[in-house]
């Protein structure tokens, strides 16, 4: 089983549509992120949960939600985006306060707004 | 200012032969981590290999290299027996400081193309 899934693999919405993206680690780490990866930018880092507590939100629009019910699941709740919202949404797990604190990643959601 | 910078956009090797994809960092802490990443078409960011700060020896994963020069800042990505499958994105990253992953940052990647 893959170490961090992620539900769908791909989501067309319209500006009004409301939709949420799932994350889940089977590795049992203590952090989860989500990163937004749109075309020719680097990877942009928009949420951090510590222990289920949000301890970074990189000046992301309020149209993003995130929440973090326990240290196995993700979610990034949707609503009113633009299309200049479309884009690779990434989840990443670690475990915070290992020497390496390495990340591993989700396959992605390819979000296309209309 | 760029914290990661990798200043080749693209990159061809021939099947077989060896590659190296530049990255220099920019921090003032002591403490950090290295790390290089793939990302093939299918969008999933696959780690490869890890450099701590205080690390004396490079670090090497099967046939991943990490040349680094702590003086110059720099830890560049040695792919060694290029295959065709590791025609990718690379992203190289750092994580400063701290314990969480908000001091993660990543750099513009480079795409590597092997040729048969």
């Known amino acids: 089983e893959t170490g961090v899934t992620q539900t769908p693999r791909h989501l067309v919405m319209g500006m009004t549509n409301k939709k949420s993206l799932k994350c889940e680690q089977h590795l049992g780490h203590n952090a989860m992120y989500w990163y937004k990866q749109s075309a020719k930018k680097p990877l942009e880092l928009m949420f951090v949960?510590?222990?289920?507590?949000?301890?970074e939100n990189n000046s992301v629009p309020s149209r993003f939600s995130p929440e973090c019910p326990n240290s196995s699941h993700l979610f990034l709740h949707l609503h009113t985006l633009q299309p200049e919202d479309s884009a690779l949404y990434l989840c990443?797990?670690?475990?915070?306060?290992?020497?390496?604190?390495?990340?591993?990643f989700g396959p992605g959601t390819r979000l296309t707004v209309l | 200012a760029q914290k990661i910078t990798q200043t080749q956009p693209g990159m061809f090797v021939q099947e077989k032969e060896a590659v190296t994809l530049d990255c220099t960092y920019d921090?003032?802490?002591?403490?950090?981590?290295l790390f290089w990443y793939k990302q093939p078409s299918s969008g999933e960011m696959i780690f490869l290999i890890y450099q701590g700060s205080y690390d004396e020896q490079n670090a090497t994963e099967g046939r991943y290299s990490l040349n680094f020069q702590k003086a110059r800042k720099s830890a560049n990505l040695v792919i060694s027996a290029s295959q065709l499958g590791d025609s990718a994105m690379y992203f190289c990253a750092m994580r400063e400081g701290g314990n969480y992953g908000q001091n993660f940052v990543f750099g513009p990647g480079t795409r590597l193309s092997v040729l048969p």
């Open positions: 949960y510590n222990f289920k507590e949000q301890t």
């Open positions: 990443a797990s670690s475990q915070e306060g290992r020497r390496t604190d390495t990340q591993y």
């Open positions: 921090t003032s802490d002591q403490s950090y981590g």
